[in-house]
Each structure stands twice: as C-alpha cells, then as structure tokens.
C-alpha cells in the first residue's frame, strides 16, 4: 500500500501556475500508476491526468490538456502536477491516487485505490 501527501494547492488570480506534488512512501514509485483527480463542490471526483511508471505514459482531460503538465521523479517519489494558465473553473480540491502499474494508466478513478487527502486550489477571476 502506498502512503500519498499531496501538497502546493493555494490561492491564486487568474492565469497564474501551481505546482502540486504528490510524495509517495511505503513502496517505490515505479511499480504504480498516479493520477490526478479534482473535486470541486457539488461536483463528481474527476480525473485530470495521470501517469504510469511502466513506459512514463500520460493522459489528460480535454479540459485541462496544454495546460496541465504531469511528471514524476523516482528518485524524490514524488509526482508533479504543474499548472498553468489557471481558471477559476479549476477551482477545486486536488487529489492524488495510485494504482499497482497496469501499463497504461487512466483517468478512471475507481481503479485507484491509494488516496491523499487533497490540497485545496482556489483561482479567482
């Protein structure tokens, strides 16, 4: 079982960038699937990227694709998600999740089954 700690989450205009991590412990990196997930209020758990450690393939929503940057670093077990060019539609709480690797990671979230316990983003307009 993986352990997640997601942290980076704030408030930020408009336009800005965050970085999210997601450190990991309990296992290495590579043997899991991490994907990125937000909850914003009244809303469904959604998956906005993820990554797999088998091949390092990435997906993304189509609502956050060229502006949503996932990566991950073996050595630190620590996944990043940057952001860029924020909007105040990505408010939400962000959250990591991991999954034994697949090959192919996705965007499901009723796959995973390691969670973090979220960091909150907050855009305004």
């Known amino acids: 079982q993986l352990q997640l700690v997601e942290s980076g989450g704030g408030l930020v205009q408009s336009g800005g960038s965050l970085r999210l991590s997601c450190a990991a412990s309990g296992s290495t990196l590579d043997r899991y699937d991490i994907g990125w997930f937000r909850q914003a209020p009244g809303k469904e758990r959604e998956g906005v990227s993820c990554?797999?450690?088998?091949?390092?393939?990435?997906k993304y929503a189509d609502s956050v694709k060229g502006r949503f940057t996932i990566s991950g670093d073996f050595a630190k077990s620590t996944v990043y998600l940057q952001i860029d060019s924020l909007k105040p539609e990505d408010t939400a709480v962000y959250y990591c999740?991991?999954?034994?690797?697949?090959?192919?990671?996705?965007?499901?979230?009723?796959?995973?089954?390691?969670w973090g316990q979220g960091t909150q983003v907050t855009v305004s307009s």
């Open positions: 990554f797999s450690s088998r091949g390092g393939s990435t």
């Open positions: 999740a991991a999954r034994p690797t697949w090959g192919s990671c996705s965007l499901g979230r009723y796959t995973y089954t390691d």
